[in-house]
């Protein structure tokens, strides 16, 4: 089933959650206990993020440094398949430009319809952890309107290779980011917005929020968003804090703010354990309130933890 369907006809706040494909190596099973975890709340879809390929420096026997390039997490599409069939939850699976030329993502998106996956995340994605600036693939996209304008045409048939004679049709729903305190790279919000309705205008069904602490950011989003004529429905994205350091490491990342009351109550935690008590009940205050305002769906960001997700989804679904 299709996000936009499903926020369309749900009569009341929906909430999907957003899941990190373990990192290479890592002991898959506990992927499944965090979905396990959240399945009694009903969570509409879930969302797999995609990363790409990273490079690193390592020192070889003999002394000398060899560049290395390494995929930390695989396998977006073999694990949005396998939650979608196992728990028969729709799944989003990422689809971000970095790393990726246009005709992978074309397999890509082959590969995600034929395993029967109709909605994906459109996005530009980072730059390489070396690289102050994000660099697009030699046949890739610099930004995620690009992308979508792909699978738009591929929603009309309209492949790469315009002497296809086949030209099935590959109906997806997409959703677009959007940074109610600004994207990091952007010079001002109003250059940002005009880009973000770029995207919509290319084919964006749905917006999903970077993680945001104070919903007055986000419901300023929303009404400037509608003022330039965005009327896709905004789902906000929460983020429950959960290691003291992040107070300082979140803002920096992700170009938000920390509200003073919030982070004046962060400042009593002596230790992680604290910390994510106070972040957790900061998250359930701002579901209860966006809830109250019809906010579609909330997008609750996991990064790897289900814990404080399920103490949320306890307290508000
Ligand atoms: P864009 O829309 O391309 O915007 C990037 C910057 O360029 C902005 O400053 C924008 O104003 C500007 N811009 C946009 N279009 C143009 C244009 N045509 N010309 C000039 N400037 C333009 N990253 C991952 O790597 N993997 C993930 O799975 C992932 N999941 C995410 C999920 C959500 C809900 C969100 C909010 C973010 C996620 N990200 C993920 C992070 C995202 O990839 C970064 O924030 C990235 O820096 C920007 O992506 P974007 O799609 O918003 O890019």
């Known amino acids: 089933m299709k996000v936009i369907d499903i926020i369309q006809n749900a009569e009341k706040t929906v909430f999907s959650f957003e899941l990190l494909p373990p990192l290479k190596g890592q002991d898959p099973s506990k992927l499944h206990r965090t979905i396990e975890q959240l399945l009694e709340y009903d969570p509409k879809y879930i969302n797999i993020t995609t990363h790409r390929d990273e490079v690193e420096y390592r020192e070889m026997p003999d002394g000398s440094i060899r560049k290395q390039i390494v995929r930390k997490r695989p396998g977006t599409v073999a694990i949005a398949a396998n939650i979608q069939y196992k728990y028969g939850v729709p799944v989003v699976p ?28 459109a996005l530009r994605g980072d730059g390489v952890k070396t690289d102050h600036v994000f660099r697009p693939e030699p046949d890739g996209y610099a930004h995620a309107n690009e992308l979508i304008e792909q699978i738009s045409n591929l929603r009309n048939g309209r492949y790469l290779d315009n002497e296809l004679k086949n030209k099935a049709a590959l109906d997806f729903c997409v959703g677009a980011a959007g940074y109610p305190e600004k994207h990091a790279e ?10 973000l309705k770029q995207k919509v205008d290319a084919g964006a069904d749905y917006v999903v929020t970077q993680m945001f602490f104070d919903n007055q950011k986000y419901y300023e989003f929303v009404d400037q968003c509608r003022a330039i004529g965005i009327n896709v429905p905004i789902i906000p994205g929460i983020k429950p804090l959960s290691v003291l350091n992040q107070v300082t490491v979140l803002p920096k990342i992700f170009n938000i703010d920390l509200p003073e009351a919030f982070s004046k109550e962060l400042e009593k935690c002596k230790n992680n354990e604290a910390a994510k008590q106070v972040g957790t009940e900061w998250a359930v205050e701002q579901a209860k309130d966006l809830i109250k305002n019809n906010a579609p769906c909330l997008h609750l960001y996991t990064y790897g933890l289900g814990d404080n997700v399920q103490q949320i989804a306890k307290a508000v679904f």
């Open 186 to 195: 952007s010079p001002n919000m109003e250059t940002d917005l005009m880009y």
């Open 94 to 121: 990422h689809i971000v430009c970095g790393g990726f030329s246009k005709e992978e993502t074309e397999y890509m998106l082959l590969d995600l319809n034929f395993l029967g996956i109709d909605n994906v995340l």
